[in-house]
């Protein structure tokens, strides 16, 4: 056969449409999987969702897929669920993604409640500090007067869209979100937290207590296990500044700008009566794990252990300052202590032996007061014993004692040492009680 032009061409066309059918055709026509045990189609509100998706070109930074090995695809939190062939059995044009700029999104239906999207839409630095993603402000369909979605518009759909994404686990952990949402409401009672109240209207003790029923008896009344040292209470103001100031505000009031599209409101730290029904074991248990129903998320795959103890510790600060105090100043006796808060951070692990050989002078201070502004004083605490629970570094018992002085290092009085954490003093036991 006498090769020509014609004849290249022509063979070179049969070699494409021959990889084309044997990558896609065969496999389209050999692979079929099963719907896997999450698969479900999309309602009408969820497709007409996924076309708000699409359109918006969320699918340039998102992926809806996890390999094995994408450990911390959701933004640095564990992956919930390596995909499946057959979670994609109901979609048509599969919205795997190319690159994993923001966190994957197969998981993230019923992560957060519907009130969080509308916020996060509006200005992803509200919920997400550090995102770069682009505000969708424009996309209509929120009731402001009525704190609601307005169902049928974009807005709406694409909120119903991201829900469904998990599928059948989705609508679990979404059903899950609505409950519990219903049941902070409801424990409201038109006190603080309430959508529109001013931040002085103080909490109803049915939301408190309310509260303390969602945390294990094992945590209600569990102590810090970091020493509020000036150091810790210096990291905690960090971590709060970047990550917390959108939902709970520059001020610690609950009145971040997040706040004007949530329900219920971000807890109002500022109001001394919700800090002393609150335990730093609860703290813990809302930190780790979050408060399904509001906006708060689990910050348990974000923060470390000490880096929750060392908010916790910050929080206690608010009524009496803390934002607003230098963080070279910051001390122990700006603490909001009484009822369940406090009275004192255990010392680490390292040192217990030392304090329980030879205790510190407590440190004479007033016994908690409410002040003009709200704020209480660190009162003398006993020796007690403080558990950190399980979730949060061990299970171990550690003896308690008064809060040590705040002391710049250097200036330590005669006959102390400097703790691990800087600000942390610990007397220096003689040679005769060394063992």
Not at 362 to 375: D, E, I, K, L, N
Request: aromatic share 8%; glycine share 12%; with cysteine.
């Amino acid at each position: 056969m006498k090769m020509t032009f014609g004849t290249i061409v022509g063979g070179a066309i049969m070699i494409v449409v021959t990889a084309i059918f044997m990558t896609l055709g065969l496999s389209a026509l050999t692979f079929t999987p099963a719907p896997s045990d999450i698969a479900r189609p999309l309602s009408e509100a969820e497709e007409k969702g996924r076309g708000v998706y699409i359109g918006n070109g969320c699918v340039y930074c998102h992926t809806q897929y996890v390999r094995p090995q994408d450990w911390n695809a959701a933004g640095g939190g564990k992956a919930a669920r390596v995909a499946q062939a057959g979670d994609y059995v109901f979609q048509k044009t599969m919205l795997l993604g190319t690159e994993r700029t923001g966190p994957d999104l197969s998981q993230e239906g019923g992560v957060h409640p519907d009130d969080w999207h509308y916020a996060h839409f509006q200005n992803p630095r509200y919920t997400s500090p550090n995102s770069i993603m682009p505000q969708f402000s424009y996309i209509e369909g929120y009731d402001k007067a009525n704190n609601k979605l307005i169902p049928g518009t974009d807005l709406a759909n694409l909120i119903s869209y991201v829900q469904s994404l998990g599928q059948k686990n989705s609508d679990e952990r979404t059903k899950v979100q609505r409950s519990e949402k219903q049941g902070l409401v409801d424990s409201l009672d038109g006190g603080q937290g309430t959508p529109g109240l001013d931040a002085n209207v103080p909490y109803k003790d049915k939301h408190l207590q309310y509260l303390r029923t969602l945390v294990p008896d094992t945590w209600k009344n569990t102590r810090s296990a970091m020493p509020p040292s000036n150091r810790s209470l210096a990291h905690g103001k960090q971590i709060y500044v970047v990550n917390c100031i959108g939902c709970h505000g520059e001020n610690g009031d609950g009145n971040g700008p997040a706040a004007q599209y949530l329900n219920p409101r971000p807890f109002n730290f500022k109001d001394v009566n919700a800090q002393q029904t609150h335990s730093e074991g609860q703290y813990y248990h809302f930190l780790l794990f979050g408060l399904p129903g509001s906006a708060m998320p689990a910050w348990g795959d974000y923060l470390t252990v000490n880096d929750i103890w060392d908010v916790i510790n910050f929080v206690r600060t608010i009524p009496n300052g803390g934002l607003q105090t230098v963080d070279s100043q910051l001390n122990a006796r700006q603490q909001v202590t009484g009822g369940v808060a406090g009275p004192a951070p255990a010392p680490f692990d390292s040192n217990a032996e030392q304090w329980t050989i030879l205790p510190p002078s407590p440190t004479p201070v007033q016994s908690p007061q409410a002040s003009p502004t709200g704020g209480n004083q660190r009162s003398q605490s006993s020796q007690n014993t403080t558990a950190t629970p399980q979730g949060g570094g061990g299970n171990s018992i550690r003896p308690t004692g008064p809060v040590p002085n705040v002391t710049a290092p250097g200036q330590e009085p005669s006959g102390t040492t400097r703790a691990n954490t800087p600000g942390a003093l610990i007397p220096t036991p003689s040679p005769a009680t060394i063992r």
